[in-house]
């Protein structure tokens, strides 16, 4: 019985020890699948990054190129010369919503011919554009502002501004686009990014910080996620892991050049893996997200082939460990059978009787016979025959 239980209990130290190795190789599993996909944030974080750059500064160049172009024309005044400039202008620029010169204290004088005059807003009175269009008015950089919905355009953009000077180094307009929201002439290449991950581009306004432009959303949640600052408590969960992945907060990544990662939730409360830099030329923070969630199939599939090897495994091992029981069963019968038996006749011996004795007396019979043979001169079989013989004759 004793080595019954030790043997079923080494079995079982056995299972216990393959399961405990088949959750240790998922969790390794798992860190190596983060650190792929991290690796994979990482570069589509650079790509963007170029990418956008490379954009922002061909339209930066574009602005300065046409606005000084309609000052010679005196688009101030807003003439027909001018508009078919600024008209043809955006035909060849298809990331643009349109165009507009302003004047310094906010008054867009020259529009393209896709925007209602009507509806213009004072860039200087509107909360959206107001902070952006004083900034444009003092840097030689292009100047990104908050993305909002303009009516006269009919659409969602995100604005960009690039003030112009005379030959003084004084403001005299400041040139203004938008670059739209839409997924096929975005400004950011959204093509690089997979379908697992989603693009976040924000920018902080006072103590605030704004989504520029997210990836993957319906329109319906525009107003939503563009009019209204990014929920702090969404905001501390970046910062704190950011603190401790990398020792750094966002105010911190924003005096440092390279990608930092972390784990947080997104937007929508899920767990997700992210990478992050910030541009400071356009003071824009790129930040591509992935849920973790979405690496669960992956994992999935290396989880059915532990289970597999897991079935096989302890399927063979209970196979070889019943098998060992049987041969260890076999093992006591016959040793209990020559503990009562004797080894020449395989007759029932001395100590069999006892047993018997003892089994008689537990079930109350009192009285039995005992049957007793000699055999006479039987050590002369064996000294004149030999040993072989005398034991042919006891069988």
Same mark, same amino acid.
């Given at each position: ?10 079995f079982l ?31 589509t ?12 500064e ?35 620029? =298809?990331?643009l919503?349109?165009f ?8 867009l ?30 840097t ?8 909002? %919905?303009?009516?006269a355009?009919g659409?969602?953009l ?9 030959? %003084? ?9 938008? %670059?739209?929201? @839409? ?50 408590? &969404? &905001? ?15 105010e ?13 939730? @997104? ?18 923070f ?10 669960i ?14 079935? &096989? ?15 260890q ?18 007759? =029932? @011996? ?17 009285? %039995?016979?005992l ?25």
């Amino acid at each position: 019985m004793f080595l019954d239980k030790m043997l079923w209990r080494t079995f079982l130290f056995i299972v216990f020890s393959s399961f405990l190795t088949a959750a240790a190789m998922l969790y390794l599993k798992w860190e190596d699948l983060k650190g792929e996909t991290v690796n994979s944030l990482a570069s589509t974080n650079q790509l963007i990054r170029t990418s956008t750059s490379a954009v922002l500064e061909l339209q930066g160049t574009v602005l300065s190129v046409i606005g000084h172009r309609l000052l010679e024309l005196n688009g101030l005044q807003d003439n027909p010369e001018a508009r078919t400039i600024i008209s043809e202008a955006l035909e060849k620029n =298809p990331k643009l919503a349109g165009f507009g010169l302003a004047d310094i204290d906010g008054n867009l004088v020259l529009t393209s011919d896709n925007l209602d005059r009507q509806s213009l807003p004072n860039l200087l009175e509107k909360p959206e554009t107001a902070k952006s269009f004083r900034e444009a008015l003092r840097t030689n950089n292009m100047v990104l502002g908050r993305t909002y %919905f303009l009516p006269a355009a009919g659409m969602w953009l995100m604005p960009a501004r690039f003030r112009l000077t005379d030959k %003084f180094g004084n403001t005299t307009a400041v040139m203004t686009t938008g %670059f739209t929201l @839409n997924a096929q002439n975005s400004l950011f290449n959204i093509q690089s990014v997979p379908d697992s991950m989603h693009l976040v581009i924000a920018r902080q306004e006072d103590n605030n910080y704004y989504r520029q432009y997210i990836s993957g959303v319906s329109e319906t949640d525009y107003n939503q996620l563009y009019n209204s600052p990014i929920e702090q408590v &969404v &905001v501390d969960r970046f910062n704190d892991a950011l603190v401790k992945e990398n020792g750094l907060s966002l105010e911190d990544i924003k005096q440092q050049q390279g990608i930092y990662f972390g784990t947080s939730s @997104n937007f929508r409360n899920e767990d997700a893996l992210f990478a992050i830099q910030y541009d400071p030329k356009y003071k824009i923070f790129i930040v591509v997200i992935q849920k973790q969630a979405s690496l669960i199939p992956e994992l999935k599939n290396s989880l059915l082939w532990l289970i597999i090897l897991l079935l &096989v495994f302890n399927t063979v091992l209970f196979t070889i460990f019943k098998q060992i029981e049987k041969i260890q069963q076999r093992s006591k019968e016959d040793l209990k059978f020559q503990a009562n038996h004797d080894a020449l006749t395989q007759l =029932p @011996n001395r100590n069999y009787l006892n047993k018997i004795n003892l089994s008689l007396n537990k079930t109350g019979i009192k009285k %039995f016979s005992l049957g007793f043979l000699d055999l006479d001169n039987f050590k002369s079989a064996n000294d004149f025959h030999g040993h072989r013989i005398g034991d042919l004759l006891l069988i």
